[in-house]
């Protein structure tokens, strides 16, 4: 297991693991400087190591631990979620227990949920595109939940082999409260997308952790669109491992009232002559609406030659509405082509308004136009016609209601 750094000593359990809340409130002889770096963050596939949040960890501050709190143990029967393929079920290879490769290949947890996850999914679900294989329809999986008091653990494995290239497309809908790992690996050459729709109930809880490697000349697009759950924390984490690797990792949120909707996204450029792309936005409106962005970018000592460049983008539209917005970027070497990041958080621009308004355009429809124009970013750059089209409609539905409301 992975340790942060502190001074001289770190809190420990008879067995010698770290426990970063203890860390954080027991007393100590010597100082203890809780972890803060991304990369430093405790990582083992063992529950118990973690301890139980209790929010004053810097990966769970902003998180309702209470709400969430029933992913911190494993399911007992693991009946919260259905899986089914919608298209391309004949990429599903078979499943893969826990010490069968390519599970565990790179992935280890960060957190309590994505250990509960690892340890309470028996049998991984596979799917695999074949090396040099180009796919050119989505292959979509629906993750479907069967009640919101039905507990389910489950981890994915999504392997493009090398020259190959498809998009993978899950379908999160229902009601559960679902711990979630997602697996993926895009090997020499490929070219993988990678989006994860979240459709939830209101009252569904969703806490999933995403890992990803991206290996020589390869690339990766990836989303994480919410528009629905009561809690959701989708976590992705991209490594750029391989020389000439790309990421890009994009995101859209819109919460209403009572909904939390959290992404901690980690961006490690590892290899040489790598090059990345974040891109968040939400749009928030009602009272106890709530978004949480961290983002954290690392440019590794040997990532000579990166380029990247990280932003989050807010749109608060009611009173009580509250965006979180936290940009970290840490460089470890000194030649790079570029590197930056950028954070706003704000209501509707009053110029954009008037103008729009002397025009002979309604305020109600030039509110919408705002919001459209300012969401309608994220989906068009995704490839895929039906799904892009869906996901517009998804926010004009979103804005519709706020309207009503």
């Known amino acids: 297991m992975t340790t942060g750094t502190t001074a001289p000593e770190v809190a420990q359990d008879q067995h010698g693991h770290m426990d970063p809340a203890r860390a954080l409130v027991e007393p100590q002889d010597a100082v203890t400087i809780p972890v803060q770096t991304r990369s430093e963050r405790p990582r083992s596939f063992e529950p118990a190591d973690f301890g139980t949040p209790t ?19 494993p399911a007992t029967v693991n009946d919260g979620v259905s899986y089914s393929f919608a298209s391309g079920g004949e990429f599903q290879a078979a499943g893969l227990p826990i010490g069968q490769a390519p599970r565990g290949e790179f992935f280890v947890p960060e957190d309590l949920t994505s250990a509960v996850a690892w340890q309470g999914s028996a049998e991984a679900l596979h799917i695999r595109i074949p090396r040099e294989v180009e796919v050119s329809e989505p292959i979509v ?46 090997r020499d050459g490929s070219n993988l997308t990678v989006i994860s729709v979240q459709k939830w109930g209101d009252d569904a809880i969703h806490a999933s952790s995403h890992q990803a490697r991206v290996d020589r000349d390869a690339s990766l697009t990836h989303f994480v669109i919410t528009f629905g759950g009561g809690v959701v924390r989708v976590n992705p984490n991209l490594e750029l491992s391989g020389q000439g690797s790309n990421g890009e990792m994009f995101g859209l949120s819109y919460s209403d009232a009572g909904q939390h909707f959290e992404s901690q996204v980690y961006l490690f450029h590892k290899g040489e002559a790598t090059t990345g792309d974040v891109l968040y936005k939400s749009a928030l409106q009602g009272a106890t609406a709530r978004s949480v962005w961290i983002g954290d970018v690392l440019i590794g000592p040997d990532a000579t030659g990166t380029d990247s460049y990280e932003a989050n983008r807010n749109l608060i539209l009611t009173n009580g509405a509250r965006a979180d917005s936290i940009p970290n970027l840490e460089i470890k070497t000194g030649d ?17 308004l008037f103008y729009l308004q002397a025009r002979g355009i309604s305020e109600e429809e030039a509110r919408h136009l705002i919001v ?20 517009i409609a998804d926010i004009e539905r979103e804005i519709a209601e706020g309207v009503a409301a």
């Open 336 to 352: 790079i082509k570029g590197a930056g990041h950028a954070s706003a958080t704000g209501r509707f621009d009053d110029e954009q």
């Open 55 to 73: 929010g004053r960890e810097v990966n769970w501050k902003h998180t309702p631990i209470a709400r969430i709190a029933p992913l911190f143990e």
């Open 372 to 391: 459209l124009g300012f969401l309608a970013e994220i989906p068009q750059r995704i490839q895929v016609p039906d799904l892009q089209a869906t996901l």
């Open 141 to 186: 999986l629906d993750i479907t939940g069967q009640g919101a008091e039905l507990r389910a653990d489950g981890h994915l494995v999504i392997e493009a082999e090398p020259m190959s290239k498809a998009t993978v497309v899950l379908q999160h809908a229902g009601t559960a409260q679902y711990a979630q790992n997602v697996e993926i690996i895009a």
